[in-house]
Nanobody, 126 residues
Framework: VQLQASGGGLVQPGGSLRLSCAAS????????IGWFRQAPGKEREGISC??????????YVVDSVKGRFTISRDNDKNTVYLQMNSLKPEDTAVYYC??????????????????WGQGTQVTVSS
């Protein structure tokens, strides 16, 4: 199970970025995928999750980014996206995608994520 997050960069406050989580060697649609972030000096924070396509396809977004971040998946491209709008300096962090590796599952508890992609840096600054 290999995941790769990409799409980060430097953006001004109020700007947008779309992060991608691509999979190698397995079909992403069969698994719940979560997005996490870790800012310098802070603990890793779970911010969004999308359940597997074999589950109900439900999504979850933490309150701090609700209304600004949207998670989605494109099974044809074997990719999960995190669309981030109205970015704030406090969104600056390394962003990671992860899965629990459990076929057909809904979003698991944070502690169940076992497979992690390499992170992508998001910096929001003027």
């Amino acid at each position: 199970v290999q995941l790769q997050a990409s799409g980060g960069g430097l953006v001004q406050p109020g700007g947008s970025l779309r992060l991608s989580c691509a999979a190698s060697g397995f079909t992403l649609g069969y698994y719940a995928i979560g997005w996490f972030r870790q800012a310098p000096g802070k603990e890793r924070e779970g911010i969004s999750c999308i359940s597997s396509s074999d589950s109900d396809g439900s999504t979850y977004v933490v309150d701090s980014v609700k209304g600004r971040f949207t998670i989605s998946r494109d099974n044809d491209k074997n990719t999960v996206y995190l669309q981030m709008n109205s970015l704030k300096p406090e969104d600056t962090a390394v962003y990671y995608c992860a899965t629990d590796g459990s076929l057909g599952s809904g979003c698991p508890p944070v502690g169940k994520y076992a497979y992690w992609g390499q992170g992508t840096q998001v910096t929001v600054s003027s």
